[in-house]
């Protein structure tokens, strides 16, 4: 049987011809009653006598088809480079269609410059390209070559393969990929040890998916009500849950909490999680994410264009929720707790008006100058519930300032903490995970920002538009107390448009395993 190559352009072409009305492809995978896909990795190299060297599941898988699929990529030459990947038919039996990727040069390790791990991160982008490769030709139970690192081939196909399209006519919705990792050319030992690192990298990759399903649902669906029964859906089984009413706000006196829930006829709803997976004495790691189901920017109303985008204003809360549920199904020896405030910032009659002022939990009083510099407001209330548990640390994640997006883009999430011992380990898991933080100042200079008040202790914004991002971070850090504390601006990474070749287009749940895997490293030290 001849080897047929899906190239680009050659793939376009062939899956419009037929025969007898069925498309070529089919014929390889439906005539044998056949229909899974295969992802191989080759590492592309600079030699001009051999631009690639195969994978060990791609030597396995040459020698069971008699050396035709090296024999096939030798025809590519030098053109298949890093990034490239070629759609194959006819090569087995077993596996009608295989995609074959270009990883990348073998044995890339940690770019200091880049403060990633670029081997890794090449795994990730390859597969990824893999899958949806596989999936636009109709395969949806793909084996894939775990390229030597099977976690992060888990990570590349599970993000990849994600599509939030539930309120799509059915005829334009893609049925879910069963993906698995091949193992059939692995002893007993290596396939127990790379499967374990394929359902690590698995749970870390459906973690962040989850947020960014969250992040994804329209407002009018997903109401802190709807949020916080999902969350409750999603994490009853690992986690104590127990969703707060208005009322119990108002017991404990969030004054700034309440104040943006005030513009909208959705009830508030503040949602605390706890996880225990460490010994029952040991103090837990709070988590507090941003909630604000939709912001119109209450009085201080936002302008039309891309308003739409801020039903993922809770992406903050959506990533503490997915790090939770990668955390319990890791089981890591840690205790958690998470506080997550959620309500509408919306105009009306009853809304925050600018210039009002509010008193938080703390007691401390805020003027509140701009309606829309609401999530800071929320903030101030769960930090300052966060503190009365005593932990060990707070971490909040929050999509708080277009300023952030103008300072570091979508490369990386900015960062502002107390403690640098955190910091180095939070660091640390960024470039494992590629999804990189950069540490922001917490000078004093912007508090003095903050504190230049003309009718209360604190202004919810600063006396200029220098600084934004720093600013808000030092508002927040007014109610930490002594606590160590680390801040994650994501407004930059809240969305993807082709940055990140592995998560596609929409909204893209960063950095939720970063923060699964600086929770593990903290664990790991601390145990």
């Not at 880049?114 to 597969?127: C, I």
């Not at 680390?486 to 287009?505: F, S």
Request: hydrophobic share 40%; proline share 4%; glycine share 8%.
């Amino acid at each position: 049987m001849p080897v047929c190559i899906f190239t680009k352009v050659n793939y376009l072409r062939l899956r419009h011809i037929y025969y007898k009305s069925v498309p070529v492809y089919r014929l390889f995978s439906t005539s044998r009653g056949n229909n899974k896909g295969l992802i191989l990795g080759v590492y592309g190299e600079e030699s001009k006598e051999n631009s690639f060297l195969l994978s060990k599941a791609s030597q396995a898988f040459d020698e069971k088809c008699n050396g035709q699929l090296s024999k096939t990529l030798g025809l590519f030459g030098n053109s298949f480079k890093k990034g490239k990947s070629h759609l194959l038919f006819g090569l087995h039996d077993e596996f009608p269609l295989v995609s074959v990727v270009n990883v990348g040069k073998k044995g890339q390790g940690f770019n200091e410059h880049e403060e990633l791990d670029e081997g890794r991160e090449n795994v990730r982008a390859a597969v990824a390209k893999g899958v949806l490769q596989l999936r636009s030709a109709d395969q949806y139970e793909v084996l894939v070559d775990p390229c030597g690192d099977a976690m992060a081939a888990a990570e590349g196909c599970h993000l990849s393969e994600h599509k939030y399209d539930e309120l799509k006519p059915a005829d334009k919705r893609k049925p879910p990929m069963q993906l698995s990792c091949f193992t059939e050319n692995l002893n007993a030992d290596e396939r127990t040890e790379v499967e374990a690192a394929w359902q690590l990298g698995a749970t870390y990759a459906m973690s962040q998916n989850f947020a960014r399903l969250l992040m994804e649902m329209p407002a009018n669906l997903l109401t802190p009500t709807r949020f916080a029964e999902m969350v409750t859906e999603k994490l009853q089984e690992l986690c104590e849950v127990v969703v707060r009413d208005q009322s119990w706000a108002e017991s404990k006196k969030m004054g700034a909490f309440l104040s943006v829930s005030h513009g909208s006829m959705e009830p508030l709803r503040f949602v605390e999680v706890s996880y225990n997976g460490g010994e029952e004495s040991a103090a837990p790691i709070a988590l507090v994410g941003k909630g604000i189901t939709f912001d119109a920017g209450g009085i201080s109303l936002k302008p039309p264009a891309d308003m739409d985008k801020m039903r993922a204003d809770m992406g903050g809360a959506a990533c503490v929720v997915g790090t939770l549920f990668g955390a319990a199904k890791l089981q890591l020896p840690i205790n958690l707790k998470a506080f997550i405030p959620l309500c509408e910032n919306m105009p009306s009659g009853t809304a925050t008006k600018p210039g009002d002022v509010v008193t938080a939990m703390n007691g401390k009083t805020i003027q509140v100058d701009n309606t829309d510099a609401e999530g800071r407001l929320i903030l101030a209330d769960a930090l300052s519930y966060a503190c009365t548990f005593n932990p060990q640390f707070i971490l909040d994640m929050a999509t708080l300032t277009g300023a952030m997006i103008i300072a570091l883009g979508s490369a990386a999430a900015g960062t502002f903490t107390n403690s640098s011992e955190l910091w180095k380990l939070l660091h640390k898991a960024g470039g494992q995970t590629g999804d990189r933080l950069w540490r922001m100042p917490l000078f004093q200079h912007y508090t003095e920002n903050m504190t230049s008040c003309q009718l209360a202790a604190l202004n919810n914004i600063g006396n200029s538009r220098a600084g934004g991002s720093c600013t808000a971070a030092a508002f927040l850090k007014e109610f930490v107390g002594e606590n160590q504390w680390i801040h994650i601006d994501i407004a930059g990474v809240m969305m993807n448009k082709d940055e990140v070749p592995y998560l596609g287009t929409g909204m893209a749940g960063r950095p939720t395993r970063t923060v699964i895997e600086f929770l593990k490293l903290f664990s790991a030290k601390e145990n």
